[in-house]
């Protein structure tokens, strides 16, 4: 952000120099009203860019949901890797959203409350151990509506995928 707005800091200089050759004329006022216009123009563009939260919730719930077949399924290593996209996506949403309020807190905050959860479900694909895949899988979406609560989204309700966690088990 820094660099950024050096160079366009320095882009801005060179552009007023080219449109107005008496630089005598451009005042100090002058320069930061069109750096505080460039800086708003830069916001609009970050903001545009910006994936919305919805998008990023839905990236964390496929990479969540695509962890439940390979838990049960003892394919650790699709399980791991689906584990790191679900970190990854949760890391984009505290990156980009983590200072946005949330009910009472804030969304940064609430992620908190996710750890306990992520710590055992890496531990359960570390030591590959299904029982407690299953435990902290349910436990993580738990958490998730957990937050949807806290903030009256109690109908963005997160459910394991509904087949069943052993074969022969009826849910
Ligand atoms: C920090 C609180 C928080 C946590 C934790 C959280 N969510 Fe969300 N979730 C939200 C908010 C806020 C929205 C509404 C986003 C919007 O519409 O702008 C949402 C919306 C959603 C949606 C609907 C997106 C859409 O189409 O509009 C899905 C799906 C979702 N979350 C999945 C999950 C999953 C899966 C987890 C857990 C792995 C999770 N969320 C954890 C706050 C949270």
Not at 21 to 30: A, G, K, L, N, Q
């Amino acid at each position: 952000m820094k660099n950024t707005f050096i160079v366009l800091f320095v882009i801005n200089i060179v552009a007023i120099s080219c449109q107005e050759p008496d630089t005598s004329r451009v005042t100090i006022e002058t320069l930061h009203q069109r750096m505080d216009s460039l800086e708003k123009k830069i916001e609009i563009v970050e903001a545009a860019l910006r994936p919305r939260l919805s998008v990023l919730m839905n990236q964390l719930q496929l990479h969540h949901a695509r962890m439940w077949d390979p838990g049960i399924g003892g394919n650790w290593e699709l399980l791991s890797y689906e584990f790191k996209e679900t970190r990854e996506s949760l890391d984009a949403i505290r990156n980009l959203y983590g200072e946005k309020p949330h009910g009472s807190s804030k969304i940064g905050i609430e992620l908190d409350q996710l750890e306990t959860a992520l710590d055992s479900l890496n531990n359960a694909i570390s030591i590959q151990n299904k029982d407690n895949f299953v435990k902290s899988y349910q436990s993580l979406t738990f958490k998730c509506n957990n937050c949807h609560k806290a903030a009256g989204l109690d109908f963005y309700e997160i459910i394991k995928p509904l087949k069943p966690a052993y074969s022969g088990e009826m849910q």
